[in-house]
């Protein structure tokens, strides 16, 4: 049986870009342990975005998706205005809206968990104050080295 379960934009990234950090890590976690993978259209546009650096990979990724690999849930016109609810609630984060249409999913399909590597949704909560579970730990990336910068975060 196939245990659902949410993905954000990095773990994507990491399981189609092998010089990923985090490549490693996430292949190791996430094989063999039946996962169906639910994202949203805005979580697959960052990350045809983020590996835009090889159409190979752009491709590998539309097929994966298309043979099943996830689930793509519709954001629409009436998903928005709760996009705007969580994004003032959470806007000292901010939360992003690729975030944000996953914190909806959790909401509409009653699912509770998510493989991220980004801190944020121990943060986020449904109605009921509930937690949204990430239940991938992601080791820390290095700092010592002075060639490291953290990523940016995007503003709009």
């Known amino acids: 049986m196939l245990t659902d379960i949410l993905v954000d934009t990095g773990p994507l990234v990491a399981l189609f870009d092998k010089d990923d950090h985090y490549h490693s890590h996430i292949t190791a976690f996430t094989r ?27 491709l590998n990724v539309l097929r994966w998706v298309a043979g099943g690999g996830v689930v793509l849930h519709d954001i629409g016109t009436e998903e928005l205005h709760r996009i ?19 914190v909806v999913v959790a909401e509409k399909t009653g699912i509770r968990s998510i493989i991220s590597i980004d801190s944020d949704f121990d ?3 449904l109605p009921e104050k509930e937690y949204i579970h990430n239940i ?13 910068q953290s990523p940016p975060k995007h503003r709009s």
Do not use: I, N, W
């Not at 705007?84 to 996953?102: G, H, I, V």
């Open 32 to 58: 063999g342990k039946g996962f169906r993978f639910h994202t949203t259209l805005a979580v697959l546009t960052e990350l045809l975005h983020l590996v835009d650096f090889h159409v190979q990979v752009q």
């Open 84 to 102: 705007c609810e969580l994004s003032e609630q959470y806007s000292d984060l901010p939360m992003d809206f690729a975030d944000a249409t996953l």
């Open 123 to 125: 943060l986020y909560r």
């Open 136 to 148: 991938f730990r992601a080791p820390q990336r290095p700092t010592s080295h002075p060639s490291y």
